[in-house]
């Protein structure tokens, strides 16, 4: 199969050719290589490849044969590294494989290498030190977002059509905005964080994926979703699976239109002028939209505050953790000052300090689901900003503390963090774009607890009233060896 044809194609319609025998899943597999031989090396989303170890049966599931990636963090593939993007878990092997990635073999999918993340997830910019920045397919100067960055850039410039990422904060969601992919962040409990973890970041932090389409991120969830054994808690099963969603219509939504983040920062014209147009598209479309406010139940720096400790608290585990199993030290040749700093003021979090932070979640939580006991879906920017230039994060936090780096990070990405705290889903959408920069602005919605199958159906409605998928980036496997 050549490039061009390999990257006309979603995960879903790869699948469907398989099943059809009209190419083979080991094909598939050759374009993925080619595809990451091709662009790889100028966007270095991709930090360790692998040949094949799956066969899955064609046909078996709707993404059976499909070429698949995986985040260097939160799921683990037996005799894989998993080093979480720094120097301090370098050469860390799983023994076994997570839940997650047991589902994702059970899927169908062949997992052919892992993508680049900042250093423990711990930022929206994907520009570690040990293995450098990933860049923005769109423009290399710019981050394509983080932590699910590495993903984003693969998947944004064709080496897979879909692909693995986390979300505690924006995670997945950021990067969709910065490369122009679709990302849904799920339930919290959609998606079991084990067996290593049944919560990570305190019930912030959940899996899920990136997809140039809204039917790919529908199967995968499918796919992956429902509890397993020792989960703590898990969210109510779908009525239906979300690949039935997406050929529904929504039906009529009370929309809430939030274009000012809590934190009062501005949101740059270009990306509010694409966040008016998605609110009109809404209105012809037949749903109701509002100028609205969302209380956050608590003051804006209660909330960085309490992020702040949770975060950092359990950093100083996964550090110590890293530090004791490699016998390394915890200074600047292992760790990055960013995450130093973070370690050190989570070090001096108390009992009684932690428990407020779960306090704080818990009226975060209470308040915005009570907003969508009023309203169906709130619409806001995914970002206030087009994606930054590499090296700009670094920028205005060189005297922070842990409190204030989190505080810059939330600075960068206002409006995403509130729906990790509340544990509803919410998901970025890909329409607009900055004509002026050649860059795509995502436009987030978010639901009430549980409710991906109401973005599932309105995802799918925008997606074909203002389609985005033929959009190609400056790098882009497809254009690698397109015949004259």
């Known amino acids: 199969m ?48 692998w040949p094949a170890e799956d066969a899955p049966a064609p046909g078996s599931t709707p993404l059976a044969g499909v070429p698949f990636l995986i985040k260097d963090l939160a799921v683990s593939m037996r005799g894989k590294r998993v080093e979480l993007g720094s120097r301090l878990a370098a050469g860390n092997l799983a023994r076994e494989d997570s839940f997650l990635m047991r589902r994702f073999r059970r899927a169908g999918l062949v997992t052919l290498g892992r993508t680049a993340t900042p250093e423990f997830a711990y930022s929206t910019t994907t520009e570690p030190v040990l293995y450098g920045a990933t860049r923005n397919p769109w423009d290399l100067t710019r981050t394509p977002g983080g932590s699910s960055g590495g993903s984003a850039a693969a998947v944004a410039a064709g080496i897979t059509p879909l692909a693995h990422a986390t979300d505690a904060a924006g995670s997945i969601r950021v990067p969709a905005a910065g490369t122009g992919l679709f990302g849904l962040k799920p339930t919290r409990g959609r998606v079991s964080l084990g067996p290593d973890a049944d919560e990570v970041f305190n019930g912030l932090a959940v899996h899920g994926g990136l997809s140039r389409t809204v039917r790919d991120s529908a199967a995968l969830l499918d796919l992956i979703q429902g509890p397993e054994t020792g989960d703590p808690y898990f969210a109510e099963r779908p009525r239906r699976p979300y690949t039935e969603e997406v050929t529904e219509e929504p039906g009529r939504l009370s929309v809430g239109l939030v274009t000012t983040p809590w934190n009062g920062r501005a949101v740059e014209p270009a990306v509010l002028k694409s966040t008016l147009a998605a609110a009109r598209l809404l209105e012809s479309l037949g749903h ?112 922070a503390d842990g409190r204030g780096w989190l505080e810059h990070l939330f600075h960068r990405s206002p409006f995403t963090a509130a729906f990790n705290v509340a544990g509803t889903p919410a998901m970025s959408v890909p329409l607009g774009f900055d004509h002026a920069t050649g860059m795509p602005i995502g436009v987030q919605f978010a639901a009430g607890h549980g409710r991906e199958d109401v973005l599932f159906r309105l995802a799918a409605q925008l997606e074909k009233a203002a389609p985005w998928s033929e959009r190609r980036p400056a790098v882009w496997a497809g254009a690698a060896a397109r015949p004259a």
Do not use: C
């Open 288 to 399: 109701r939209v509002d100028v609205t406010a969302v209380d956050l139940g608590v003051s804006w720096e209660e909330f960085v505050l309490a992020n702040a400790r949770l975060w950092s608290a359990n950093l100083v585990t996964w550090i110590d953790g890293f530090a004791e199993a490699f016998g390394r030290p915890v200074d600047e040749s292992t760790v990055e000052p960013e995450m130093l700093v973070s370690y050190a003021w989570g070090r001096k979090v108390s009992g009684a300090e932690f428990v407020q932070a779960l306090d704080v979640r818990n009226r975060v939580a209470r308040s915005i689901g009570a907003h969508f006991e009023a309203q169906d879906v709130v619409l806001t920017p995914t970002l206030p900003e087009v994606p930054v230039p590499l090296g700009t994060y670094g920028r205005g936090a060189e005297n």
């Open 2 to 49: 050549e490039l061009y044809e390999y990257t006309q194609y979603d995960a879903v319609g790869l699948a469907d050719l398989v099943a059809r025998g009209e190419v083979t899943a080991a094909e598939l597999t050759g374009a993925a290589q080619d595809a990451m031989a091709a662009v790889n090396p100028r966007i270095n989303a991709v930090v360790e490849s």
